[in-house]
C-alpha cells in the first residue's frame, strides 16, 4: 500500500488501513506470533511530518508511525503514476534518477487546491489569486483585493495583511460569523463598516492513531492517547528534564474540552 501525501489526512488513512487490515492479512505458522503481509509506505513531499509543529510533536508522531509501521518517505514528488508503480524523485533535485515503489493499492491524499471556477475567473475578469496555488487574495474583511463585491472564506482564500491560517475546518468554521455581515453590508452598499476577520494564532489537532486514540497537538504540547470513548487525556510533559507533570483534561459531553 502506498499512500501520496503527508498531511494529516494521508497520516490517519495510513493508521486506518493498518489497524483494519493488518490482522486480516496476517500470516502464522502455528507457532510464531503472525506476521502481516501489509506494508504501508507514506510520501511526503516535505522533509518532515507536520512542519508547523515543534519537535516534541514530530517525535510523538514519529512514535506512533513507528509503532505501527508505517514507513515515511520525505522530500518525495510523484512524477508518474502507473499500474503497478508510482514513480517518484527526489525534490530538491527533478533531474535525479527515478525511483519506482511497487504496490498494489494507491491511495492519493495530497493537499487542497483551488477550484477551476477560479482560474477561469482569474483568466477572464482578472480576480487576483495567489501565483502558486490559485487562492483568492483577500484583505482582513475577507474581500478580494481585485473585486471588492466579491468574498470569500475557508480554504479557497489566501489573507494579505497577515500570515494566512493553514486550510483547516476550524478556520472555515470562524470565518463564517464575519463573511455573513460583511455580505449582508455589501449588498446594504455599507462598505465602510465591513467586521475584521482575526483567526486565532492555534488550534487543538487530533489525529486519529486506528487503535481508538488519537494524538493530539496543542500550545505546542503533544497530547498523548487521547482515549475517544472516555473523552480523558492523560497528558505527561517533562519540564527541564528534572519534574514530571501529569494533567488530566476531563471532558464535557460534547467533546474533549480542550
Not at 503497478?84 to 498494489?104: A, F, G, L, M
Not at 496555488?133 to 483577500?138: E, S
Not at 491560517?165 to 470565518?175: D, E, I, T
Request: proline residues 3%.
Amino acid at each position: 500500500m502506498v499512500v501520496v501525501g503527508g498531511g494529516a489526512a494521508g497520516i490517519e488513512l495510513s493508521l486506518a488501513m493498518r489497524a483494519r487490515w493488518n490482522s486480516l492479512l496476517a500470516t502464522s505458522d502455528g507457532i510464531s506470533q503472525p506476521t502481516s503481509q501489509l506494508s504501508i509506505t507514506l510520501l511526503d513531499s516535505n522533509d518532515k511530518l507536520v512542519p508547523s509543529e515543534n519537535d516534541s510533536c514530530r517525535n510523538a508522531l514519529k512514535q506512533v508511525t513507528d509503532k505501527y509501521n508505517i514507513e515515511v518517505r520525505h522530500n518525495l514528488v510523484v512524477n508518474e503514476v502507473t499500474s503497478s508503480h508510482v514513480h517518484v524523485c527526489s525534490k530538491d533535485d527533478v533531474d535525479s534518477s527515478v525511483e519506482e515503489i511497487p504496490y498494489t493499492h494507491c491511495i492519493w491524499a495530497t493537499g487542497a487546491q483551488a477550484h477551476e471556477l477560479v482560474w477561469r475567473l482569474h483568466k477572464q475578469c482578472g480576480l487576483a489569486v495567489s501565483k502558486d496555488r490559485g487562492w483568492i487574495l483577500v484583505k482582513e474583511h475577507l474581500q478580494s483585493t481585485s473585486h471588492s463585491y466579491i468574498f470569500a472564506a475557508g480554504d479557497c482564500c489566501e489573507m494579505t495583511n497577515r500570515k494566512s491560517p493553514p486550510k483547516a475546518g476550524v478556520y472555515a468554521v470562524r470565518s463564517g460569523p464575519i463573511l455573513i455581515p460583511n455580505l449582508s453590508r455589501a449588498i446594504e452598499g455599507d462598505m465602510d463598516n465591513l467586521v475584521i476577520y482575526q483567526p486565532q494564532d492555534d488550534f487543538l489537532k487530533l489525529l486519529m492513531c486506528g487503535d481508538g486514540t488519537a494524538l493530539g497537538f496543542r500550545f505546542g504540547i503533544p497530547l498523548v492517547r487521547i482515549n475517544r470513548d472516555q473523552c480523558c487525556v492523560c497528558l505527561f510533559l517533562v519540564l527541564n528534564t528534572s519534574c514530571s507533570l501529569l494533567l488530566h483534561y476531563f471532558s464535557t459531553a460534547n467533546g474533549c474540552g480542550i
